[in-house]
Each structure stands twice: as structure tokens, then as C-alpha cells.
């Protein structure tokens, strides 16, 4: 949505024929921060399903329970850290929120 609104922010500007005299970095810095870091959820949600796939895995061979034990320690550490991310006191989609980044 955030580049649809650009993209005809840009089509009637043309369209104006240089009459918008107004900077884009005045119009969209807010509308960027927002969309960058709605791509960082989206970026942090695709690995939390990644790492969901580590609980399943069953590893064979001489070290197999070994490796196995040390996936699934890591499978525990990761979903700690996404309970914590869940528990924040804030709105991740807040770009005034800085301690996001």
C-alpha cells in the first residue's frame, strides 16, 4: 500500500507538469520508516517460521543425538527470544519506538 501511494504520488506529479514543487524526503520519511520497518516484521516473522521447522528434526548417524539435543537447545533459546519480542511494552509498528532497531 505504502508503494502504491508513491507510485501515484509520482504518476500525478508527473502529470502536473513540475507544478508540486515539494521534496520527497519532506513527503515520505515517516511513510519510508514506517514501510522498512514493516519489512523488518516481515523479515523477523519468516525466520520465527524457519526456526519453528528446527523443533521436528531428528538427526541419525554417530553424533546424530548429540546434534539433535543441540537443535533442539537452540530451538528453545530462539522461542525465549520470540516470547520476548511478544512481551515488549510497546508497538513494534511504532517508528517513534526506536528500541526496536
Not at 6 to 12: F, L, Q, S
Not at 35 to 42: A, K, N, V
Amino acid at each position: 500500500m505504502c508503494s502504491k501511494f508513491k507510485e501515484y504520488y509520482h504518476e500525478y506529479k508527473t502529470k502536473s507538469e513540475g507544478k508540486w514543487k515539494l521534496t520527497l524526503n519532506a513527503l515520505f520519511s515517516r511513510l519510508d520508516a514506517y514501510s522498512e520497518r514493516c519489512h523488518d516484521i516481515l523479515h523477523l516473522t519468516t525466520t520465527i517460521m524457519q526456526f519453528n521447522k528446527l523443533e521436528r528434526i531428528e538427526l541419525g548417524g554417530t553424533k546424530g543425538k548429540t546434534l539433535t539435543e543441540t537443535i533442539k537447545q537452540i530451538s528453545e533459546e530462539f522461542k525465549k527470544a520470540v516470547e520476548n519480542f511478544r512481551a515488549l511494552p510497546y508497538d513494534t509498528l511504532d517508528i517513534n519506538q526506536k528500541k526496536f532497531d
